[in-house]
């Protein structure tokens, strides 16, 4: 482990570590301070969640230069019926910063589109920008985003680097209120079509705004978590929301077994 693989632990409360033999330090490294080692030491977390990607590549089967993607499986049509389904990055990117479907768009400064690897294997999912994404244009730039940043570097993630990260809605809500289920309806189809363009192995959805949307149901965070779901043939995974920990930092330690559930099925 590297200094700032430790840096990242500690952030997380998990630091020092137990290891797991057999297993990458940063895979199965729990914290020996927490009261909870033992439970963190399961072999997988105890509640829920989901899928694979093809492989062929996306960029150069799917693009073309007028911002439009050649026609992807009608599963994917099921899926989006927006007609956003046809369009590539650059059209995709362009009608989001275009839009003015709900009224979030009139209280912010920007959309926040979506930061990363646009070819990568693992896409994080928040709920939707505060302050800071709508003041710098980019998902989780602020306290929250300082978290994921070390969440991911505690799994040996690196934003940017086989990682996406978008929320469900592209606007900032005003005084950073969960979005509405009208805002939420009106915006999914954008994170839709950027999963079908990302295509990635596995998703994570940070928090419950984020997991009940992408599940189409409502239900507790506690029992999405430690289970893999499926997003239409994605296996998507749920954790806490890093602000939600900045808030519960006892919490960091199920988050931690969230991440190593990711990480184990992501090795699968
Ligand atoms: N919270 C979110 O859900 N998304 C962000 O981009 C920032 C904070």
């Not at 969640?49 to 996306?58: A, G, H, L, N, R």
């Not at 150069?60 to 911002?67: E, K, L, M, N, P």
């Not at 991911?152 to 606007?171: D, H, Q």
């Not at 994570?204 to 992408?214: D, E, H, I, M």
Request: charged letters at 20%; a neutral charge; glycine letters at 8%.
């Amino acid at each position: 482990m590297n200094i700032r693989d430790e840096a990242a632990l500690r952030e997380l409360n998990l630091y020092p570590l137990w290891v797991r033999r057999g297993i990458p330090a940063a895979v199965e490294a729990v914290p020996a301070t927490s009261a909870s080692v033992a439970e963190s030491q399961a072999a997988a977390p105890v509640p829920d969640e989901v899928i694979s990607k093809p492989t062929e590549d996306q960029t150069d089967t799917r693009q073309s230069a007028a911002g439009f993607a050649k026609p992807v499986p009608s599963a994917d049509e099921g899926l989006n019926p927006s007609g956003l389904s046809l369009l590539n990055w650059t059209g995709l990117k362009q009608k989001v910063r275009d839009c003015t479907a709900c009224k979030l768009r009139v209280g912010c400064s920007r959309t926040v589109f979506g930061v990363g690897d646009e070819n990568a294997d693992w896409l994080f999912v928040g709920e939707g920008p505060g302050a800071d994404e709508d003041a710098q244009g980019e998902p989780f730039v602020g306290q929250a985003g300082k978290l994921l940043d070390n969440m991911l570097a505690a799994i040996n993630l690196k934003r940017g680097s086989n990682v996406y990260i978008a929320n469900v809605v592209k606007c900032r809500p005003p005084n950073n209120r969960t979005p509405e289920p009208d805002e939420i309806a009106t915006c999914m189809p954008y994170l839709q079509q950027q999963i079908a363009l990302i295509k990635p192995k596995l998703v994570v959805a940070l928090g419950k705004t984020a997991a009940t949307s992408l599940l189409g149901r409502d239900a507790t965070l506690g029992s999405l978590r430690g289970t893999i779901h499926d997003y239409h043939g994605t296996p998507l995974i749920v954790t806490y929301h890093p602000a939600y920990l900045l808030r519960s930092p006892a919490e960091k330690a199920k988050a931690w077994q969230d991440l190593c559930f990711a990480q184990q099925r992501m090795m699968t």
